[in-house]
T-cell receptor, first 115, second 110 residues
Framework: GENVEQHPSTLSVQEGDSAVIKCTYSDSASNYFPWYKQELGKRPQLIIDIRSNVGEKKDQRIAVTLNKTAKHFSLHITETQPEDSAVYFC??????????????FGPGTRLSVLP | DGGITQSPKYLFRKEGQNVTLSCEQNLNHDAMYWYRQDPGQGLRLIYYSQIVNDFQKGDIAEGYSVSREKKESFPLTVTSAQKNPTAFYLCASQENTEAFFGQGTRLTVV
């Protein structure tokens, strides 16, 4: 089955610097890759996603890149701000026995933006 | 206010007791999910349901049970057979590819 690895597990950056989180997946059939942000004590929320027919997607300070051949995708946050501090989860879609698509999540990256 | 609601936020139970976690949504989503979140392990799928009166086991279903009698509700029962039930439990509903999560229930078994 699908296995999603995520690195690093923790990341500290200075405010204004960039942060990069990388994920790898194992199932070449996965075709959708969302990223969720979970602030302390809050629910995970979708921040950006990418489909397998696209190599890169941007939304203001956030971008995601996908390398299908290497089976890895990355989250890039530029000009980091204290409110970016959170746990970030990557995920890869999988099909389960014709019951639609579910997700396998990575273990998460705790990002701390230092003032 | 539309969304997905889990209750209670914190739950304490004695070892050997079954406990049921509530999950309600008014988003009119067909698909609902239960995840378990442990430190360093991300979100692991316990059970999911794509439609009323139907549900499927996820990756770590042992020791858990669910029901889906109504579209809006997907309760999770943590049974005494679950060897390590203390964890943070997240419910989600899904529209197309986006999952909407509840606030979670932190279950502590003593």
């Amino acid at each position: 089955g699908e296995n999603v690895e995520q690195h690093p597990s923790t990341l500290s950056v200075q405010e204004g610097d960039s942060a990069v989180i990388k994920c790898t997946y194992s199932d070449s059939a996965s075709n959708y890759f969302p990223w969720y942000k979970q602030e302390l004590g809050k629910r995970p929320q979708l921040i950006i996603d990418i489909r397998s027919n696209v190599g890169e997607k941007k939304d203001q300070r956030i971008a995601v890149t996908l390398n299908k051949t290497a089976k890895h995708f990355s989250l890039h946050i530029t000009e980091t701000q204290p409110e970016d501090s959170a746990v970030y989860f990557c995920a890869a879609s999988i099909g389960r026995d014709n019951y639609g698509q579910n997700f396998v999540f990575g273990p998460g990256t705790r990002l701390s933006v230092l003032p | 206010d539309g969304g997905i609601t889990q209750s209670p936020k914190y739950l304490f139970r004695k070892e050997g007791q079954n406990v049921t976690l509530s999950c309600e949504q008014n988003l009119n989503h067909d698909a609902m999910y239960w995840y378990r979140q442990d430190p360093g392990q991300g979100l692991r799928l316990i059970y999911y349901s794509q439609i009323v009166n139907d549900f499927q086991k996820g990756d770590i279903a042992e020791g858990y049970s669910v029901s889906r009698e109504k579209k809006e509700s997907f309760p999770l029962t943590v049974t005494s057979a679950q060897k390590n039930p203390t964890a943070f439990y997240l419910c989600a509903s899904q529209e197309n590819t986006e999952a909407f999560f509840g606030q979670g229930t932190r279950l502590t078994v003593v």
